[in-house]
């Protein structure tokens, strides 16, 4: 018996060997790249969903293609602009999978590309297809020529937002959400609390989409060379059909993408040079980054929902997340290398936990008591504990589109006493402490627990607003006025002195060279910390137990995550609303626009 089990464990350990070496084998391959051609063509599918920096994505990675980042097909564009093999770029597109701030960077990258006399083509079978196609036509207007394939549409149909509300719901099923918010632009709270849209809401709200919507008109107007009135209008005939768009001058060609490819290798030298195409990220990573001399500059880079303590970013977790120790922990490695000039903090965040917040703030603050400027970038969003984590930067720079601010607090439990009565279910506690029903699904508020709440609250909006106005260096009152939880697109940010500057990462590196008194035309040398892992790092991982340490860390923290875990699986029909209470700012089912914020 004994000598069977020992067989068995030989064939194990045979068969975790043979597997870790083919996949060694297979990341060697992988890992060892062609040389470019003489004449390039590049080659990207902008549907392709982007991460915000250059990291692992967990062990498929290994045996799939690694989604690709917004932070490398930028540098990739860069470096191009300057690789005298390269001739233009063709791409696809067609449904939005990136966000308002996103799609106005990849804009900006695709403009600088243009200015070093490349082409860039951008084909789509359809602007949108069934849904709206306000993102992905607002992206495609930053090429030179613009292709739609016959029969596609363009459905550049405009702004629109949808809220949903959930309170008459709740009331039907004796649920009863106890919600304080500090203050009356803190909305992610009302989808749970509210029938309808506050005033606040609806204002701020109109307010959002309108900027957005004069943003995206006056980028296709430039793009295109239309009046935005023209634009305007087509937007109102929309969906247009292809012969429609055509005439619109909203089109260059009708055609399929196998001709658009064949136009941009025509233009790229003719057939007798022979010009091949090679993906995006594929040629990056052959030719490169445009990033690797001159003065150091750190990358770190926050994205997802604000969490206390913890790390992310590991092999068994390919969700994007934003650890408050794991962010800390760059920074104290920025601090400590003589190198690093400076640091850029990439913030693309709708908040969370204001402890986590707190403590990226703190290392932000202590990174420039330590002689390393600090400038944030903000992506898509940076709302509440996003907006926290940057208001002691040396310089804050968003996207016109950045949804940002959000200078507020919530709070509150969902009291399910109501849902246990009417499914005949009785509760019974023991307390001790005047306050220990604090959190407890099972019982409403007691008038000291209540003052306790507000006190909690009241604290924290206190400590955001003057961290605020110490920050931004404004006037306290100022700063009262235009918290009130609400959210503003960077654009509006800007004019209330709450950001410093509009761009993306271009824009970001001259706040850098500034702050850290480099010359405003040196090379900067970025890197990215903490270093995400390479393939054959992970596979090693195997070895030395962090792997299997990680797996049974996250299985761990899956398996016992509950909600209103007093009342178990009799409560399982509101926990999705629950966890949805606990991520969203608000939801804006307009197009391409959503403002996911955390209300902590």
């Known amino acids: 018996m004994r000598f069977i089990v020992r067989l068995f464990a030989l064939i194990g350990l045979f068969g975790v060997l043979l597997t870790a070496g083919l996949i060694l084998l297979a990341i060697k391959a992988k890992d060892k790249q062609p040389t470019l051609p003489q004449s390039v063509v590049l080659e990207f599918n902008f549907e392709r969903p982007l991460a915000e920096a250059p990291g692992e994505d967990g062990w498929s990675s290994l045996l799939t293609s ?301 990174a420039r008591k330590a002689g390393k400027p600090v400038v944030i970038s903000m992506g898509d969003v940076a709302g509440s504990g996003g907006y926290w984590v940057a208001m002691d930067a040396d310089r804050i720079v968003a996207l016109p589109g950045t949804l940002t601010g959000s200078i507020g607090v919530l709070g509150g439990k969902f009291v399910a006493k109501g849902l246990a009565d009417k499914l005949g279910v009785g509760v019974d506690q023991v307390t001790r402490g005047a306050n220990a029903t604090i959190w407890s699904p099972a019982s409403p508020y007691t008038d000291s627990e209540a003052a306790r709440q507000d006190a909690m609250l009241d604290a924290i909006y206190a400590q955001f607003t003057e961290g605020v106005a110490k920050g931004r260096k404004l006037d306290i009152d100022k700063v009262r006025e235009l918290a009130k939880g609400r959210v503003y697109t960077g654009r509006q940010a800007k004019d209330l002195g709450l950001v410093d500057a509009l761009g993306g990462y271009d824009i970001a590196l001259q706040q850098v060279r500034q702050v850290a008194g480099i010359p405003g035309n040196a090379d900067l040398h970025i890197v990215q910390f903490p270093r995400p892992k390479s393939g054959y790092e992970m596979v090693l991982d195997l070895f030395n137990g962090k792997a299997a340490a990680e797996m049974a860390s996250v299985a761990q923290a899956r398996g016992a995550e509950k909600v209103l875990a007093d009342y178990g699986p009799l409560l399982d029909m509101v926990q999705p609303m629950v966890r949805a209470a606990k991520r969203q700012e608000q939801v804006l089912m307009m197009p391409d626009l959503s403002v996911n914020g955390a209300a902590r």
Do not use: C
Not at 81 to 88: E, I, L, Q, Y
Not at 312 to 340: H, L, M, Y
């Open 66 to 366: 690694r989604r690709g980042s917004v932070r490398e097909v930028i540098d990739a564009l860069e470096q191009a602009g300057r690789d005298p093999k390269v001739k233009g770029l063709v791409a696809k597109v067609g449904n939005a999978s990136q966000g308002i701030g996103t799609t106005q960077e990849l804009r900006d990258a695709i403009a600088r590309f243009r200015a070093t006399g490349r082409f860039a083509y951008i084909h789509a079978e359809s602007y949108g297809d069934a849904g709206s196609g306000m993102t992905p036509y607002y992206l495609a207007s930053a090429f030179d020529q613009v292709w739609l394939q016959p029969v596609g549409t363009v459905g550049i149909t405009g702004i629109a937002v949808t809220q949903t509300f959930f309170r008459g719901a709740l009331d039907s099923i004796g649920v009863q959400p106890q919600i304080s918010k500090r203050a009356d632009y803190k909305t992610a709270a009302e989808m749970f609390a509210e029938k309808q849209a506050t005033p606040a809401n609806r204002e701020m709200t109109e307010s959002l989409a309108g900027d957005i919507y004069d943003q995206m008109v006056l980028g296709i107007a430039d793009g295109r060379h239309l009046n935005p009135d023209a634009v305007k209008a087509a937007i109102d005939h929309a969906p247009l059909l292809d012969s429609e768009a055509l005439a619109s001058k909203l089109v260059d060609k009708l055609g399929y993408f196998d001709e658009v490819e064949a136009a941009a290798k025509e233009r790229a030298g003719g057939k007798a040079a022979g010009a091949d195409t090679v993906d995006l990220l594929t040629y990056g990573k052959i030719a490169g980054s445009a990033y690797t001399q001159g003065p150091t500059v750190a990358l770190i880079v926050g994205e997802g929902e604000i969490v206390r303590g913890g790390k992310d970013g590991g092999a068994f977790n390919d969700e994007p997340s934003f650890a408050a120790n794991r962010i800390a922990d760059a920074f104290d490695t920025a601090i400590e290398q003589s190198n690093v000039k400076a640091i850029l903090f990439r913030v693309n965040s709708p908040g969370g936990s204001p402890v986590g917040s707190e403590t990226v703030r703190h290392a932000v603050d202590r």
